[in-house]
Every structure is written in structure tokens, then in C-alpha cells.
Nanobody
Framework: VQFVESGGGLVQPGGSLRLSCAAS????????MSWYRQAPGKEREWVASVARAGGSTYYGDSVKGRFTISRDNAKNTVYLQMSSLKPEDTAVYYC???????WGQGTQVTVSS
């Protein structure tokens, strides 16, 4: 099982980024997928989840209305579209499949002027 996150970077407050997570080593379409984030000195925080077929999505209160999670089962990839970014969104972002304990290396998102 492997996850490779990408798409992070430095963005100004109010900007947008799209993160991608390429998954391998399991039947991607059979598992719900989630994004988590960890800011310096803080515990890892759940951000959003998407159901196996992509029809149902769930969000943490801090990102609801600003972030959109989606998936492409043909590409074994889950996405996180982030808009109206705030400095408090600065963190390393990780994806994870339900039922697995494996984490990828994450992708750094920094929101700063």
C-alpha cells in the first residue's frame, strides 16, 4: 500500500491549491479515502473524506465550504481542491484509505503573504 501526495506549495491568503494523492497496492475503488493535515506542534487533524464511489463527501468544520474532496477511481487518485486559503491552513497534508494504517510522505501547504 502506497500513497504519493503532491500539489502543495506556497500560496497567498485567499488563494487556491489542488492536492493530488496517487494510491497503489490495493483495490482503490473499494475503500473510502480521506485527507488529513498536521500543523507544526499540533496533532494530525482529519480534513475530509469521500465514499468509495465518490457520491458522499464529508468535511471538518474548519474547511467546510472552502475545500472540496473528489476521487477518480480509474486513476486511483483522490484530490483536495482548496480555496479561500487561510494562514491557519498551513500544514503537511496527507491522504489515507480507510482500514489501512499506512501514510504517505505528505505535501506541504504554506499560506502566507
Amino acid at each position: 500500500v502506497q500513497f504519493v501526495e503532491s500539489g502543495g506549495g506556497l500560496v497567498q491568503p485567499g488563494g487556491s491549491l489542488r492536492l493530488s494523492c496517487a494510491a497503489s497496492g490495493f483495490t482503490f475503488s473499494s475503500f473510502s479515502m480521506s485527507w488529513y493535515r498536521q500543523a507544526p506542534g499540533k496533532e494530525r487533524e482529519w480534513v475530509a473524506s469521500v465514499a468509495r464511489a465518490g457520491g458522499s463527501t464529508y468535511y471538518g468544520d474548519s474547511v467546510k465550504g472552502r475545500f472540496t474532496i473528489s476521487r477518480d477511481n480509474a486513476k486511483n487518485t483522490v484530490y483536495l481542491q482548496m480555496s479561500s486559503l487561510k494562514p491557519e491552513d498551513t500544514a503537511v497534508y496527507y491522504c489515507k484509505a480507510s482500514g489501512f494504517t499506512t501514510w504517505g510522505q505528505g505535501t506541504q501547504v504554506t499560506v502566507s503573504s
